[in-house]
Nanobody, 127 residues
Framework: QVQMVESGGDSVQAGGSLRLACEIT????????MGWFRQARGSEREGIAR????????YYVDSVKGRFTVSRDSAKNIMFLQMNALEPDDTAMYYC????????????????????WGQGTQVTVSS
């Protein structure tokens, strides 16, 4: 069993920065992909960034590319999301997730490809 716990959410002004962390415990040997997702009120959950646990390769959606950076401390089993130049549209509950699928056939950040999820941490960006 795998448990994931996010932290670091806060309220900031536009242009500010936050660093989210996702601590993973349990049997993590089968995890191949880890991702960050967010869900704004009234919207569907969307994937924004993911990292390979094998190669360290990353992928971002256009809306966060150049502003957000996903990284991982494999020794401590912690994944991070550094968020810079935050905008009001970034306001959402942020979730981390992990996938054991060899190939993400439905999409690199399709929620159906991710088996384990955290409870979320709230990020609020004011203008």
């Amino acid at each position: 069993q795998v448990q994931m716990v996010e932290s670091g959410g806060d309220s900031v002004q536009a242009g500010g920065s936050l660093r989210l962390a996702c601590e993973i415990t349990g049997d993590t040997s089968s995890i191949l992909w880890m991702g960050w997702f967010r869900q704004a009120r009234g919207s569907e959950r969307e994937g924004i960034a993911r990292i390979s646990t094998r190669s360290g390769g990353t992928y971002y959606v256009d809306s966060v590319k150049g502003r957000f950076t996903v990284s991982r401390d494999s020794a401590k089993n912690i994944m991070f999301l550094q968020m810079n130049a935050l905008e009001p549209d970034d306001t959402a509950m942020y979730y981390c997730a992990a996938s054991i699928n060899t190939m993400l056939v439905r999409g690199l950040l399709d929620v159906r490809e991710y088996k384990y999820w955290g409870q979320g941490t709230q990020v609020t960006v004011s203008s």
